[in-house]
C-alpha cells in the first residue's frame, strides 16, 4: 500500500495544485467589459466602440442630456461605419490562416490578402479618429481641462511591458 501511495501520491498533488491555480486566476468580472456585460460573440476585443475614450471617463465629466445622446450617436455611426471594415479585417485573417495551414502558402497571395487587411485597418484608424474628434468638439473648456487632468492621472505603461520600450527606461 506504501508504495502504492508513493507513486500516485506526486499525481495527486499536481492535480490539486492545477486545480487551485485554475480556480484563483479566473477575473473577478468574469470577462465582461466596462458596463458589466459580456461582449457578443467576436467582439471582445480592440478599442471600445465609440473611439479611443473608455466609457468611465464619460462619467467623470459631468456631461450634460445633449451631450450624451451626442455622443450616443457618434458612436452608433462609429459602430454602423466600422462593421465593414472590422468583417474585412476577419476575413483576411481566416484567408491566411487557411493559406497557412492548407499548406499551400503564396507569398505573393498572402501580400495581396495583408494589403487589404491593412487597408481596413486604417479605414478603421480613421473612423476612431474622426469619432474622437467630434466628441472633443462637443465637450466644453471645462471639460477638456477634465479630461487633459484624467489623461495626466492615468498611470504610465511599465516600462517594457509593451514590447516597444527598452527596459531601461
Known sequence: MKSYMKVFAPFMLAILVGSLTFAFAQTKDGGRGFDGKRPPRGEGFGPPPHGGLPPHIFEKLNLTSAQKEQIEAFQTNSRDAGKEFFEKVRTADEQLRTMVEAGNFN?????????AK???QTELELIRLRTDAA????LTAEQKAQLAQLKE???PFPPGKDGFRPKDR
Open 135 to 138: 466628441i472633443f468638439g462637443i
Open 118 to 120: 491593412t487597408s481596413a
Open 107 to 115: 507569398e505573393e497571395s498572402a501580400r495581396q490578402i495583408i494589403s
Open 153 to 155: 492621472e492615468r498611470p
